[in-house]
């Protein structure tokens, strides 16, 4: 009976021991919890810079990149197969309209010229005598000296005379632009932007030999975005910086922008030309500064004022009792400091300028500094 008793004893011993245990840890959580609660209580006042959304004028400058190339370009290929028989350019050289820059071996194309010009000549004389023929059994045949079957013969004789005569004709014309497709002439003026075969190379038609430039001119290909296409015009200038050449200042002007906007990106195509009175290098890289119709009298405020909420330009505002809200933004120009807010502000709101990556919803904030 002792022993039984003695049992009981440890159990509730342990049970008391189990209890205690759990009761400290409960009284403990609890504890840290009221401890976290009130730290989080204090840290819900927040030091912020605040102010106002303020109007000026924005005037928005566009960069773009690209390399500055010929106004005008075209390959030079030879017509006809032949070996380079003269070469008179080089890479560099500056060519007028119709000036001479090959020769191809001419050997064949005069064998098959001259074949051609014989064969016009006999299908001349053939139509010639076969005229004849036809009014002198005419004449017979009015005067009862032959029958209409050999007047009809004379009339088809003349008729396929003809024939051959238009295909001699066709020939020959064919010969002669075969001829003279082995002299390579410049089809405008320019430069000789590449000679890429050197004398005995055997060329066959359609191999480009040379590349003529027109180099006066250069121009470059800009994309503007959509949403700043309408302050851009035909005739507007911009600014072009090379880096190859830190010290020139070149302006060059628009000349064209395509009608249509490239898809996906919405942007317009936009050509702008350069005067190379300098003698630029073609193909040289450069920066292209557009500066678009100036944005007069826009609300704007701090770039770095504005937080992006889930895919949204937003900023905070704080009310009369310096509880922060957030506001969703229409956002218009945007420069490297400053953006143009088309909705979601106004001039009386009290926005926050500094120190919103600490700030949510409902949170009240003591406010230092008051930016203008």
Known sequence: MNLQNKKVKIVLGILIAVCLIVSYRIYNNIQNDKARAEKMS?????????????????????????????EWQAEVAAKVDGRLE??????????????????????DTDADLLNA??????????????????????????????????????????????????????NLQGM?????????????????????????????????????ADISMLKTVIHIPEGQVAGVAVGNEAAIKLPAYPDKKIVGKITRIAPVADQPSHTFAAEVSVDNSQGLLAGIYANVYLTAQPRENVLTVPLHSIVMRDDQQTIFIADADGIIQRRVLEVGYTDDKNAEIISGITEEDLIVLEGQNKLREGVKIKMEKAGK
Request: aromatic share 8%; proline share 2%; glycine share 8%.
């Open 176 to 212: 002669e632009s075969k001829s003279a497709g082995t002299i390579l002439v410049a089809p405008a003026d320019g430069i000789v932007a590449k000679r890429y075969y050197q004398e005995g190379y055997y060329a066959k038609a359609g191999t480009a030999i040379f590349a003529v």
């Open 42 to 70: 204090r840290v819900k006042t927040v030091a912020v810079t605040t102010g106002h959304a303020s109007r000026q004028t924005l005037i928005p400058t566009m960069t773009f990149s690209g390399s500055l190339d010929p």
């Open 86 to 107: 003269k070469v008179y350019v080089k890479e560099g050289d500056r060519v007028t309209k119709g000036q001479v820059l090959a020769v191809l071996e001419q050997v």
């Open 117 to 170: 010009r014989g064969s016009y000549l006999d299908a001349q004389a053939n139509l010639s005598k076969a005229e004849r023929d036809l009014v002198r059994y005419e004449k017979l045949f009015a005067n009862g000296a032959v029958s209409e079957q050999v007047v009809d013969n004379y009339r088809f004789a003349r008729e396929n005379a003809a024939a051959k005569l238009e295909a001699a004709r066709g």
